[in-house]
């Protein structure tokens, strides 16, 4: 299996735990990779796995999310044909497949209470048993398992098997969300900028521009690390002049002014109960400051044009439609405030 295996970043928080991750690599015990989605925890499997003794022998990733509860221990454990409806021949599963290799099981918080259990055994006693069997199989796997949710919480609540996680729990690699890599997220921009321009053919990378740069450290990025790729590659395929710095990106691709909507709420019935009609208004925007009315109004329209247009992509038409003008009163707008294609480029 050929992955790519590149850890880019300068922040402190994530070099210790890609740090941690290459320590603890040759030891064959389970590590737990834990961190939000994005954050690269396959990739930290990988790094376990080919820096141990076993880096010659089967990687096995399983999403444990991926498939229906009926299913798991099967895919787990493998099954004897005839074992259940549709079992027409035996398989094996996941831990004989990584047999003397490493089995990365992600979204580990989603397993059943009876995969967990099975998962146990198998963990303390080094042995399967394929459904429809009655003997065991010795394996020789080393876990590494991933997930985002509180596991020590789950346990407390009786979702988690505690002895499940403790057995687990040898080394545990918390990876760091983007929005905490100091210098990381301009490092990363630059990296898949530049490979998106080389797969295009741009003869040279114009970078990003300076206000682009910004909003890409004040994103907050949920999605982190896979976000980021997402709206830096997205950026460099729609600009059409790679000679000059990149000027537009969008950070949320469902964004448009056709999107569905969702049908409104019916609405409630009256109710005699008056309390709602003397609820405190919202208070009032502060305008104590304002000395220039003419120049505060228009100062607020053009940040309001502005932002429609990069959100359009600077197309006129599609600018106008969704501030409710035609196009030669957004015209007008534009000549207004002296607004054209290349101000804020």
Same mark, same amino acid.
């Given at each position: 299996?050929?992955?790519?295996?590149?850890f880019i970043?300068?922040s402190?928080?994530?070099l210790?735990a890609?740090?941690r991750?290459?320590?603890?690599?040759?030891?064959?015990?389970?590590?737990?990779?834990?961190g939000?989605r994005?954050?690269g925890?396959e990739?930290i499997?990988e790094?376990l796995?080919?820096l %141990?003794?076993r880096?010659?022998e089967?990687l096995v990733?399983?999403?444990?999310?991926?498939?229906p @509860?009926?299913l798991? *221990?099967?895919e787990l454990f493998g099954?004897?044909?005839?074992a259940?409806t549709?079992?027409?021949?035996?398989r094996a599963?996941?831990?004989? *497949?990584a047999?003397?290799g490493?089995?990365?099981?992600?979204e580990?918080?989603?397993l059943s209470m009876?995969?967990?259990?099975?998962l146990?055994?198998a963990v303390?006693y080094g042995?399967?048993?394929?459904?429809g069997? %009655?003997?065991?199989?010795?394996?020789?796997?080393?876990?590494v398992a &991933?997930?985002?949710?509180d596991l020590?919480?789950?346990a407390?609540?009786?979702?988690?098997r505690?002895?499940?996680?403790?057995?687990l729990?040898f *080394?545990?690699?918390?990876?760091?969300?983007l929005?905490?890599?100091?210098?990381d997220?301009?490092?990363l921009a630059?990296y898949?900028?530049?490979r998106?321009?080389?797969?295009?053919g741009?003869? *040279?990378?114009?970078?990003?521009?300076t206000h682009? &740069?910004?909003?890409m @450290?004040?994103?907050?990025?949920?999605?982190?690390?896979? @976000?980021?790729?997402?709206?830096v590659?997205?950026?460099?395929?729609r600009w059409?002049?790679?000679s000059q710095?990149i000027?537009?990106v969008?950070?949320d691709?469902f964004?448009s002014p056709w999107?569905?909507?969702?049908?409104p709420?019916?609405?409630r019935?009256?109710s005699?109960?008056l309390s709602?009609?003397?609820a405190p208004?919202?208070?009032s925007a502060d305008?104590s400051?304002i000395?220039d009315l003419?120049?505060?109004?228009d100062a607020h329209?053009k940040a309001?044009v502005?932002?429609a247009?990069g959100?359009?992509r600077w197309?006129?038409?599609?600018t106008a439609?969704a501030?409710g003008? %035609?196009?030669?009163?957004?015209?007008h707008?534009?000549?207004?405030h002296d607004?054209n294609?290349? &101000?804020e %480029?």
């Open positions: 299996m050929e992955r790519e295996n590149q970043g300068q402190g928080a994530f210790d890609v740090e991750a290459s320590r603890a690599a040759p030891m064959a015990r389970p590590v737990l990779v834990i939000e994005g954050t925890k990739l499997a790094r796995h080919r %141990s003794d880096w010659e089967p990733i399983m999403n444990c999310a991926a498939l @509860e009926t798991i *221990e099967a099954h004897e044909a005839g259940f549709g079992a027409t021949k035996a599963g996941r831990f004989e *497949e047999d003397r490493t089995l990365f099981l992600d580990l918080g989603t009876g995969a967990q259990e099975r146990l055994r303390e042995e399967v048993t394929r459904i069997s %009655s003997r065991p199989t010795r394996v020789d796997v080393r876990i &991933a997930t985002n949710e020590p919480r789950k407390k609540e009786g979702t988690f505690a002895d499940l996680l403790d057995r729990s *080394e545990v690699i918390t990876l760091p969300p929005r905490v890599r100091e210098g997220i301009a490092v630059q898949f900028g530049r998106m321009a080389a797969e295009l741009w003869e *040279e990378w114009p970078g990003f521009a682009i &740069a910004q909003a @450290e004040d994103h907050p990025w949920p999605g982190n690390v896979r @976000e980021l790729r997402n709206v590659e997205r950026a460099v395929y059409d002049d790679w710095p000027s537009h969008v950070f691709p964004d999107k569905p909507t969702a049908a709420p019916p609405p019935p009256a005699k109960d709602a009609a003397s208004e919202p208070a305008f400051d000395d003419r120049a505060a109004v329209e309001i502005l932002q247009l959100r359009h197309n006129q038409r599609q439609k501030l003008l %035609s196009y030669d009163q957004l015209r707008c534009l000549k207004k607004i294609n290349s &101000a %480029s």
